[in-house]
């Protein structure tokens, strides 16, 4: 599974992130699905 790198932080902050992120957002479709590849620039 890819994680996403926000502001080049490690690991583990970038999996508290993106278990945040499907908490709070619900999404329909992964959230890795949607954001895989994207540079953290696309988004802040």
Same mark, same amino acid.
């Given at each position: 599974?890819?994680? +996403?790198?926000?502001? %080049?932080?490690?690991?583990?902050? %970038? +999996? ?7 908490? %709070? ?11 895989? %590849? ?7």
């Amino acid at each position: 599974m890819q994680f +996403i790198n926000y502001f %080049n932080q490690d690991a583990y902050t %970038n +999996i508290a992130m993106d278990a945040w992120l499907l908490k %709070n957002l619900k999404p329909k479709k992964p959230v890795f699905a949607l954001w895989q %590849n994207k540079k953290s620039s696309d988004y802040w």
